[in-house]
């Protein structure tokens, strides 16, 4: 079997065919989820509205990823047990659980799933001027309400705070931030189902 490393930030599609990779339009998927990663990147302090449209795409687009494990591996002898432990996994981490809820109310609602940043400029007087002071620069995440019930953005994922990943990503905003652990998560799961699933091997060998 040959191990192959999904760099999906640097490796397009065409490249990863060369390999005989089970889960291919799962990770075609999570392709289109990066490469909506990128926008919100480029689009950075800019238009809120594009920022919003990329946030959205990639929400789509990694959900698409699970349903396409769904689809290729159910009649698979070893799938039962992955199942249960990726949707274990999936319906109890509160990031994990955010952006699947999140996804459904951008498909499914009118409803706003992110809120720009209020920079609350104030100018404070000071002896020799005025003292100049605002927000730092973010993007929020807002509650997301689906049938009924309301699911907030998340404060915890694979049992670390927030703030302990965000501490590592000073500055970037809690989108991005919510989008590399969803991304990092998925690699890893179409990692190892792949492994007890799909031995790899490159094609023509």
């Not at 490796?11 to 919100?40: C, P, Q």
């Not at 009924?148 to 703030?163: D, E, R, W």
Request: aromatic share 10%.
């Amino acid at each position: 079997m040959t191990a192959v490393t999904l760099d999906l930030y640097s490796l397009s599609i065409d490249d990863l065919r060369k390999y005989d990779l089970g889960l291919i339009e799962a990770i075609t998927e999570l392709k289109t989820a990066s490469e909506a990663y990128k926008k919100m990147a480029a689009v950075g302090v800019g238009s809120f509205h594009q920022y919003d449209i990329a946030w959205r795409e990639f929400l789509q687009a990694i959900d698409r990823a699970w349903n396409k494990i769904l689809a290729k591996c159910q009649n698979e002898k070893k799938w039962p047990k992955l199942r249960s432990k990726f949707e274990n996994i999936r319906k109890n981490d509160p990031l994990l659980k955010y952006i699947s809820q999140a996804r459904n109310v951008t498909e499914h609602t009118i409803s706003e799933v992110m809120k720009d940043w209020d920079a609350n400029l104030k100018a404070t007087p000071v002896a020799n001027g005025i003292q100049l002071s605002w927000s730092a620069w973010d993007r929020p995440l807002l509650p997301v309400t689906n049938r009924g019930t309301t699911f907030h953005p998340p404060k915890t994922h694979l049992s670390k705070s927030m703030s302990f990943y965000r501490k590592n990503r000073p500055n970037v905003e809690e989108p991005r931030v919510v989008a590399e652990l969803a991304m990092l998560f998925y690699i890893n799961m179409v990692t190892e189902i792949s492994n007890e699933i799909f031995p790899t091997k490159l094609l023509g060998k």
